[in-house]
Nanobody, 118 residues
Framework: QVQLVESGGGLVQPGGSLRLSCIAS????????MGWYRQAPGKQREMVAT???????NYVESVKGRFDISRDNADHMVWLQMNSLKPEDTAVYYC????????????WGQGTQVTVSS
């Protein structure tokens, strides 16, 4: 079992920055790919960024060059640094963990709201 708790959401103006944090507790952290997903009102949840324990990164095209995902395996933390935020980045952001060995072994945080508006 893995428990994920996010923090760091809020209201920011277009062009601003936010940093989301996620702390994981429970099972072996390094066996999970960690990621951030988001869901805007009326839209499907989408992958924003993922990072393996070895540091392999993957981003959705719309955030490349603006967002950075990172993790600390020792402290069981994962972050999403979001820069140059746009109104279309407004969504609930979820921390996600998925095992390399069993794709059905996955967990979600409770979500944190990010609102980009002037």
């Amino acid at each position: 079992q893995v428990q994920l708790v996010e923090s760091g959401g809020g209201l920011v103006q277009p062009g601003g920055s936010l940093r989301l944090s996620c702390i994981a507790s429970g099972s072996l952290f390094t066996k999970y790919t960690m990621g951030w997903y988001r869901q805007a009102p009326g839209k499907q949840r989408e992958m924003v960024a993922t990072i393996t324990s070895g540091g392999y990164l993957n981003y959705v095209e719309s955030v490349k060059g603006r967002f950075d995902i990172s993790r600390d395996n020792a402290d069981h933390m994962v972050w999403l640094q979001m820069n140059s935020l746009k109104p279309e980045d407004t969504a609930v952001y979820y921390c996600h963990a998925q095992s390399y060995y069993n794709l059905q072994d996955e967990y979600w945080g409770q979500g944190t709201q990010v609102t980009v508006s002037s």
